[in-house]
Every structure is written in C-alpha cells, then in structure tokens.
C-alpha cells in the first residue's frame, strides 16, 4: 500500500479531482495549505510590493494499493502542471503504508482502502 | 405618491429665474430628516447585497462578486450626479423616451432648491441615486464567477444610462409616460419594476447571452459563507425600510403604512419559504430564509404604498411559493443563473406589481374612480400588465444589445482561466481569507 500526498496549484484542484475520478480514483482527502518551494509570488497592496513568505496551495492526500501508484502518480502530474511545467506547479510524495483500517468494519490492509 | 405631483411642479419652477422663487416652499425638517435617512439607510444595502452574494459564491471569487456592488457605489455614484439624474427627472426629451435637463448636470440648478414636498431636492436626488446604484448591482448575482471587472464596469455604466435612467423616467417623472396610464397612473411605489423587474429580466438575458460556468451543473458550487448571506439579507431588510417608507418623500401616515407593510410582507415571505422547503426537503435552510426575506421584500416594492397588512402578508407567501417555484424550474431547464438574481428580483418583482391589483385599499381605489368613472380592476391590471410587459422588453433587448457591445469592445465573459483560479487572485490579485500570509 502507498500514500500518495501532492501538493498542487489552488486553480488545478477541478481539474485533478475530475481526472482522477475518471480514472476511477474516488477515495481522497483534500486540505488548504501553505508553504514555501520555489516559487515566488509578489502582491501588491496598496501600491507596494509584498512578497508573502508562504504561498496557499492544495494538498490531496490518496491511500492506495500499489497497482494504483503508477496511475495516479501520472494522472495528478498530467492535470496538475500549468503547459510544460512552471515554477509553482507543486510535488508528489509517495510514501509506503504500514497499515490502513476501516473504523467502521475493523478490516485491515488493502481491502480497507 | 403625492411626491410625484410635487415634483412636476417642482420641475416646472425650476426653469424660472432665483428671483421669481420669492415664495420658495420652507423646509420641513422632520420629512427632510426621514429622507436622509432613508438615502443612507438604502445605501446600506449595497454592502448588505455584497454580503448576501459574496457569501453564496465559491472561496475563489468572493471579493471579485462582492466588488460587483461596490463598483456600482463607485460608478453610479459619479454617473448619477453628472448626468443619471439629469436624464431620469430633466422634462420629456426625445418624445419622452428620456428626461433631460442641462442644468441638472451635475445637479447645478438644484442649489438652492427646496421641493413643494418640504426637502432639499439634493436629498431628493441622493436618495433616488441610491435606487440606481442598487438596480445594476442587483444584475450581478446572475453573472456572477464568470464576468471581468472592466466588462462589468463598462455594462453597468451603459446601462445606467439606457436602460435604468429612461425606465426611471417612465415612471417616476411626473410626465413619464407609465406615470401618466390610466387612472393614477400605473401603480410602482418604490420600483417592482424600475428596480426589481429591470434589473431581474437583465440578469437573465445576461445569463443567457454569457452562458453557464464551467462544470454547470455537474461540478457542486456550495456557498463559501452562508453566514454572510444572511447578515446581508438582514442589512438588506433594514436598509428596505429606508427603501419602501423614504419613497414616500414624506414623513407621515403615508410613510408609517408603507414601513407596516415591507416588515410583515418580508416576514411572510421568510415564514413561508421556510416552511416549503421543510414540507419538501424535511430541512429549513438559512439560506432558505435569507431567500424568502428577498422575496417578500422584492415583492413589496411595488406595492407599499396601496396594499394593507392583509394584501402583504398574501403578497409575501405568494411571492415566496413563486420565486421558490421558479428556482426549482431553473435547475430543472438548466441555466444558469447562479444567484437567482432573475428567480427572485425578476419573479418577486412580476408577481409584486401584478398581484398588487388585487390587495389595493378601498380608497385608491375610489380616488381613481372619482379621476375616470368606473375605474375597476381590469382596467387597472391592464395598465400594470402593460407596464410590466414594456419593462421587460426594453430591459431584454437593451440588456442583450450593450452586452453584445462591451463583450466586442472590452470583453466580458473572464476567460477559463480566469474562471478557474477564481476572480479574486486572477483580476484583483487578492484572496477573501487570511490564507496567503500564515505569519
């Protein structure tokens, strides 16, 4: 089992969600984040300039069985990334799952997923 | 509505030289303060507006939808003294079509003025400005998430001057011709359709003209904040007060039965709405209630000034099975008139300025007998039919012909892009929550 956390650009939630749902992937957690990479945003506000040190971003979380990894992997990095790829388009990080357990049955392992 | 009468006489004193008005009419205080307040009391709807439609888009385009009202305070606010008023309440120019009057540019000649009514006529036209500031930005909530500011600021500018000011002129100039059908005139006490039915059918057709939002209906589109929709509904309610009772440029019986009416009619339409949607959904939602206040309110417009208890409270249930009604057909036909500017403006408004035939006081009535023999309903629903039919016309095709135009010129219809990231962060570079900056 792997979980999978992306962190993607605000705008590009619609369009991942609706492209993994077609893919079949339904099973997701979805939270508001901020952070710092690399990218830089400069707002201005009342005529001057100000760099925010942490910039908003989505961060979609998916539990999976490995067979899905690869899928889903590619289908977040299709959707997500703004043309050929800019600063700011975010980060997948794929990470093994111990363990995974449905509250409501008590079953474990990859048929709770 | 004895202000209109006292305005036609205002408006021919105005041509006559300072000198010749020795016997200029005295302020009477107490109206004068009530007229103040109501202009500010209706200015207080506009943020309330903003509220009640910022609150019901997505997080993304919150301060994109709720700067829509606020555009118009700022662009009707200069519009109207320059030349709104002018060509609203100027006498009959191009056949009655429009009022004109140069020296109502910029409100010159009304310097020194005090109304027959007892007010400053300055307070008479803030007030009035008021109505065109909310009339447009009431057209919003059908477009909203998917419009440019500067094709908004271009629309609205234009139509202020094509369609609100000449429909305002229509019925509230005292040689306006809607002023002028019938009897006593075709009865519109504070704007059902100057305000709610000009500005409800515009939505639609700029709806309809611009197209649905991207994943309309299949993407969910919740509201952001139903806790700001209902504080504007209440802003809303309050501020109506100063909208329906300040109409009557009075501070009087006149002013007292219209307060009466807006409360209980607004109160109905809550009331009612409510309870339809617990008979057919088993939940009374907020946003439930904050809808059935517009709809009571929208369709007391009209009628403040002829209606009793008993008509508004009739009046505010109709209006609420009405305009709920005809949300439940817009999902069912599809379009996409996102905050129901049309289901509830345009519906409340219809519903008020024809309904309001059937509730009028016995005395009205006898007036318009003793002006045209044998005036009864059906005459009197005719000259409201007519008025209704007109005003949706000319609202439609203007509406459709200057979207066409700044859509060609500025663009108005935001790109997908823009669409997509929201208004907020695309146009205004801005974000409604404290998200962007943790520390």
């Known amino acids: 089992m792997k979980l999978i956390t992306a962190i993607i650009p605000e705008e590009k939630l619609d369009e991942v969600r609706e492209a993994l749902i077609e893919a079949e992937i339904e099973r997701i957690t979805v939270s508001r984040v901020s952070g710092h990479g690399r990218q830089q945003e400069i707002v201005v506000q009342r005529g001057k300039k100000v760099v925010p040190n942490l910039i908003p971003k989505v961060q979609i979380t998916i539990a999976c069985n490995d067979d899905f990894e690869g899928i889903t992997v590619d289908t977040i990095i299709r959707t997500a990334r703004h043309g050929k790829g800019e600063v700011g388009d975010g980060k997948i990080f794929v990470q093994d799952l111990k363990e995974c357990i449905r509250i409501r049955t008590g079953e474990r392992g990859g048929q709770a997923i | 509505m004895t202000w209109k009468r006292v305005l036609a006489l205002a408006i021919l004193g105005a041509g006559l030289p300072l000198a010749a008005q020795g016997a200029a009419p005295a302020n009477d205080s107490g109206a004068t303060a009530w007229l103040l307040t109501s202009t ?233 709405w409510v309870l339809l949607e617990t008979i057919r959904d088993d939940k009374p939602t907020s946003l439930g209630m904050a809808s059935g206040i517009l709809a009571g309110l929208v369709v007391i417009t009209p009628a403040a000034g002829v209606v009793q208890v008993g008509g508004a409270l009739a009046l505010g249930a109709i209006a609420a099975c009405a305009c709920f009604g005809m949300i439940i057909l817009k999902n069912r036909l599809g379009y996409d008139d996102s905050l129901d500017a049309f289901g509830i403006h345009g519906t409340g408004g219809i519903v008020g300025a024809i309904g309001l035939t059937f509730f009028i006081r016995d005395s009205w009535w006898a007036e318009a007998a003793a002006k045209a023999p044998g005036w009864g309903l ?19 095709v203007m509406t459709l012909l200057i979207a066409f135009l700044v859509e060609k010129v500025v663009g108005l219809r935001a790109s997908e892009a823009v669409e997509r990231t929201g208004l907020d962060h695309e146009i205004h570079g801005e974000r409604a929550y404290g998200l962007n900056n943790l520390n």
């Open chain 2, 378 to 396: 059906l005459a009197q629903l005719k000259v409201q039919g007519f008025a209704v039919g007109a005003t949706i016309l000319f609202s439609v």
């Open chain 2, 40 to 272: 500010t009391l209706v200015l207080l709807m506009v943020p309330g507006l903003a509220m009640f439609y910022g609150g019901l888009v997505r997080t993304k385009n919150v301060l994109g939808t709720m700067m829509h009202s606020f555009a118009a305070m700022a662009v009707v606010g200069v519009l109207w003294t320059v030349v709104g008023y002018a060509l609203s309440f100027g006498p009959n120019a191009l056949g009655g079509l429009i009022g004109w009057s140069r020296g109502l540019v910029l409100l010159r000649s009304i310097d020194h003025t005090i109304l027959p009514a007892g007010v400053p006529e300055y307070a008479f036209a803030m007030f009035q400005g008021k109505f065109a500031i909310i009339t447009p930005a009431l057209i919003a909530g059908a477009v909203a998430e998917r419009i440019t500011f500067r094709g908004w600021v271009a629309f609205i500018t234009l139509w202020v001057i094509f369609v609100y000011c000449p429909l305002c002129h229509w019925v509230w100039a005292p040689d306006g011709f809607f002023f002028n059908l019938g009897a006593k005139g075709a009865v519109d006490f504070a704007g059902g359709t100057v305000v709610h039915i000009s500005s409800g059918v515009a939505g639609l057709a700029l709806a309809l003209f611009l197209g649905a939002r991207h994943g309309y209906p299949k993407t969910a589109m919740a509201p952001n904040n139903l806790t700001f929709t209902l504080i504007g509904a209440g802003l809303l309610w309050v501020g109506w007060f100063g909208f329906n009772a300040g109409s009557s440029i009075a501070s009087n019986l006149e002013t007292a039965r219209a307060l009466t009416v807006t409360q209980v009619a607004a109160a109905a339409g809550a009331l009612t």
